[in-house]
């Protein structure tokens, strides 16, 4: 009889780690997944996807290198996600050098803890397509030049190659996947998305009038988050530790989403899209998409679900949890407690606008 598997899954809180914890699962592993501590717990997402009950909860930060040991002693794992990080690339700007603590060196940390408890555990870091910034070559591939544009970028560019000088320094198995954009109902309400999706609904039910946003022109390539942890696991089942861009080939303005999104509820979005300067970033990337043909051919990988279903899953689950809450039901999620924007100001609003 096979041994169950354990898998432990930092950040598993987020998106990602609710979603791949939950695939785990399914897998038949045993999860453990690491939170930080916060005055107001942030479990919803598991409690949405129902396995809340179901995961070994650790609390653990990447800046506290006797945290990320004592989870490894706990869950001795046979594999390692990394999918915590400061995510968020406008508060990159505002706190470069705390983001910079939790996303590059944090990722440090754990491949150092690893090395010296346990060097046959896998590894996976959570890299991003932010990395390419305004690189000149479109699509990216593993191959394509990366130039960053943020510090969230440049952190998480630091994390992906420290990964692999332990691969190759240690031998290790430490592989970093290179995700394009991927959204989902789970999506955090501070990410441009499910911002629009949430505010397209509060407006089709006549709970508000207009939505703020930044710059509707960059370029994405989006795909939903549930195939996308899949992946993740694809890579770590691998013989051989090797990177892989996950993507769907394809890219789409943020003008693009916002106009899908609108249609879903027969609305017209120039009516209720107003533009900010303040959510301007100090440095855009302007065009990612990605190429995942490395993924197709090795991992047999391609995604499924193309941005007219994402945009619609999203503002119809967004519809739905609006409706619930005016009928007084009790829902996990985040919508009705976030505040306005409004009053929340930002360095970025006295910035000029760059281009690299």
Known sequence: ?????????????????????????????????????????????????????????????LLD???????????????????????????????????????????????????????????????????YGNTTEVPQNENTPMKPTSPYATAKLYAHIITDVYRRGYDMFAIGGILFNHESPLRGIEFVTRKVSNAVAKIHLD?????????????????????????????????????YVIATNESHSVEEFVNNAFNIVGLDWKKHVKTDSSFFRPLETYHLQGDYTKAKNELGWEPKINLEKLVEMMVKTDLERWKNWLDGKSIHWDAHNYPSEKNILTRMGNNERKTD
């Open 1 to 61: 009889m096979n041994q169950m598997k354990k898998a432990l899954v930092t950040g598993v809180t987020g998106q990602d780690g609710a979603y791949l914890a939950d695939f785990l699962l399914k897998k038949g592993y045993k999860v453990y997944g690491t939170y930080r501590r916060l005055s107001t717990p942030n479990f919803w997402r598991m409690q949405s996807l129902g396995i809340y009950d179901k995961i070994n909860l650790i609390s653990a930060d």
């Open 65 to 131: 290198p006797s945290s990320i040991i004592e989870a490894i002693k706990v869950s001795d794992p046979d594999e390692f996600y990394n999918l915590a990080a400061q995510s968020f690339v406008a508060t990159s700007f505002e706190q470069p050098i705390h983001g910079a603590e939790i996303t590059a060196l944090g990722v440090t940390r754990i491949l150092e803890a690893l090395r010296h408890l346990n060097p046959n555990i896998k590894f996976y870091q959570a890299s991003t397509s932010e990395m």
């Open 207 to 243: 709970l508000d009038k207009t939505v703020v946003l930044g710059n509707l022109k960059p370029k994405r390539d989006w795909g939903y988050a549930p195939e996308y942890v899949e992946a993740m696991w694809l890579m770590m089942q691998q013989d051989k530790p090797k990177d």
